[in-house]
């Protein structure tokens, strides 16, 4: 973790820890269908237009908003590591809260990149807000519309995942694994960590939009994870990959492999 030791520049040009992008991360997602699922459960689904995180949400980002905010996190460990690592060990709740105060900070902040502030602001149109990602929207994502097994494409390559077979066992920093890359330009969409979402698999085709509003948009931010263990090609490091312990299925979420996940936008 020597990057962080010294500054990992990628993330130390705003208050909030956000990647030092135009549009501080958020990576557009183009509307059109795509192939979702796998085997017998394949099918295609048609989404909006919407924006997801191009890396897992991290340490720094999570520890910037229990300061700024003064929350304390249920499990402190959560804090714990490196500042570019995923964050995990983080409920579905502070996940959903960590994005309502993201949301107002980036309405408000005259350090928010103006484009970004007027779209979460519903200057010209309609309104957008930090959500955590449906089942569908973090999919699309991380796989792109070609209905690819790995992000990458349908072959294995352990050089592009923090899985098992590399025998790293535990977090790394995010974008350590650059070829892994979705077709969309994010990163750690497998392996690395488990990704937390806004609704459940079950409820994935109603509720794949939550509408909150006839003009309101949705940005998907990063969705924290629910473990930070490295996944192996042969279990579930597919991007149509789920798993849902008894504690998430209980909070009416669902997990997919990587990190956290970002924003969405639609006309409603």
């Given amino acids: 973790m020597a990057l962080d030791r010294v500054g990992d520049v990628r993330f130390e040009n705003n208050p909030w820890k956000l990647p030092d992008e135009e549009m501080l991360g958020f990576v557009r ?4 269908p795509f192939r979702m699922g796998e085997g017998k ?10 924006y997801l995180g191009r890396y897992p949400a991290t ?27 995923p964050v995990a060990g983080v409920s579905w709740n502070e ?14 902040s005259e350090r928010t990149p103006t484009g970004l502030r007027r779209m979460l602001n519903g200057e010209g149109g309609a309104k957008w807000r930090v959500t955590l990602p449906s089942e569908a929207e973090w999919e699309k994502a991380a796989r792109g519309a070609d209905g690819r ?25 995010v974008g350590c694994f650059y070829e892994g890359r979705s077709p969309y330009g994010l990163e750690e969409m497998s392996g ?18 939550q509408k909150v509003g006839k003009q309101e948009k949705r940005l998907q931010a990063t969705s924290p994870a629910w473990c930070a263990a490295a996944r ?20 009416a979420a669902s997990a997919s492999v990587s990190g956290w996940c970002c924003p ?4 409603l």
């Fill in 29 to 32: 997602i183009p509307a059109g």
């Fill in 232 to 251: 192996s090609s042969m279990d579930r490091g597919s991007c149509a990959a789920r798993f849902a312990p008894a504690a998430v299925r209980s909070s």
């Fill in 149 to 173: 097994k790995w992000p990458w494409g349908n072959e294995w390559d352990t050089g592009r995942a923090n899985s098992v077979e590399t025998g790293i066992m535990e977090r790394t920093a």
């Fill in 192 to 209: 690395n960590v488990w990704s937390g979402l806004g609704v459940s698999w079950a409820n994935t085709q109603t509720r794949m939009i």
């Fill in 264 to 267: 969405h936008s639609s006309d």
């Fill in 41 to 50: 459960e394949e099918h295609e689904v048609t989404l909006p237009e919407y």
């Fill in 95 to 108: 996940a959903v809260e960590y994005c309502k105060w993201l949301t107002e900070e980036l309405q408000a």
């Fill in 59 to 85: 340490v720094g980002q999570f520890r910037a908003y229990c300061e700024t905010g003064k929350v304390r996190p249920q499990n402190p460990n959560a804090l714990q590591g490196a500042s570019n690592l």
